[in-house]
DNA sequence: AGGGCAACCTGGGGGC
DNA sequence: TGCCCCCAGGTTGCCC
């Protein structure tokens, strides 16, 4: 569920309240939640225990914590995950997964995830150039709000693929941040079909892409992120409403905003992609 | 090397 | 009610 502007609303809220918290002790309620943390549990905790947070930083739809030191705490929502900060006494959600508690504060963190595909782990920075980002996390590409995200570059990497445009948009190793929901709204907003072949498109084309994907996703950011349920939520428990500013994902059946014809569905990579067949022209196929 | 697909999970909704 | 199938914001590992 969560794609960058989603994740980033997480970030933002854990980084509002966390630098300045020292972890008192950490509860692993599922082992998945923490599975690629190859030491286990037992060090997941004791590595945790006496640190305090600097701050909570992100790249695409990763999130970390900093600490004083070289060492990182990564999270990562999956398609259901949660960081919710609550009292103390609020009763355990169904899919609690880690709860951490802090020194003096009558708040904990929780890791809420039905379906646990997101997780935890402990990683250490990496030496890429100043930039401090996880050692494991030096295959994820610049997003497109990082200051140093460079569209040209991004899209003559693009155009040297041999594949069709949305699989490389959702290819984090080139673009980071971008998932199916603003998938479709970036190619819904740039009139290119997502089974066009990456290699067709010009330079500019796939720049202005790029900066469709970037717009939308600052849209939706503004919105609190979009919320189909409420499996995705803030730190607070509330939802985002950029669902309204959608335009094709999600709505089979509907008038493409723009010329009123209906928006199709299909399959695509065990998913879906969402798509106006008449503002977005099918390629040649054969 | 790069492309394509199944697997990892839980739960909601629709059809019968 | 129940069962079965399909669907869902993501990533990974393995095959070719």
Redesign the pocket.
């Known amino acids: 569920?969560?794609?960058l502007p989603e994740v980033e609303v997480v970030r933002s809220g854990l980084d509002r309240y966390l630098p300045g918290r020292r972890i008192a002790q950490v509860f692993v309620l599922h082992p998945?939640a923490i599975r690629k943390h190859l030491a286990g549990p037992i060090d997941f905790q004791n590595r945790l225990v006496g640190r305090e947070i600097a701050a909570v930083r992100r790249r695409?739809?990763y999130l970390w914590f900093e600490f004083e030191d070289d060492q990182i705490l990564i999270g990562?929502l999956?398609?259901?995950g949660q960081f919710l900060l609550v009292p103390k006494d609020t009763e355990d959600e169904?899919?609690l997964r880690l709860r951490f508690v802090f020194s003096d504060w009558s708040t904990e963190l929780r890791f809420v995830d039905?379906?646990?595909?997101g997780g935890m782990s402990l990683d250490e920075i990496g030496d890429e150039q100043d930039t401090k980002i996880p050692a494991s996390l030096a295959h994820i590409a610049l997003d497109p709000f990082h200051p140093d995200f460079q569209a040209a570059a991004v899209a003559r990497r693009l155009r040297a693929?041999?594949?069709?445009i949305k699989?490389l948009l959702?290819d984090?190793s080139l673009v980071s941040g971008i998932?199916?929901?603003y998938a479709d709204e970036s190619l819904w907003r740039a009139k290119i079909h997502p089974r066009r072949l990456a290699s067709t498109l010009t330079i500019r084309q796939l720049m202005h892409l790029l900066e469709q994907a970037r717009v939308v996703m600052s849209e939706a950011l503004a919105a609190g992120g979009?919320?189909?349920?409420d499996?995705?939520v803030n730190v607070n428990g509330e939802s985002g409403y950029f669902?309204r500013g959608l335009a094709a994902y999600g709505r089979r059946g509907e008038p493409c905003p723009r010329c009123g014809r209906a928006i199709q569905r299909e399959?695509f990579?065990?998913?879906?992609s969402h798509f106006c067949a008449s503002c977005q022209r099918a390629p040649r196929t054969g």
């Open positions: 569920m969560p794609e998945r695409g739809k990562h999956g398609m259901s169904k899919h039905q379906r646990t595909f693929r041999k594949t069709e699989r959702l984090q998932g199916n929901i979009t919320s189909f349920d499996l995705y669902e399959a990579m065990n998913r879906s």
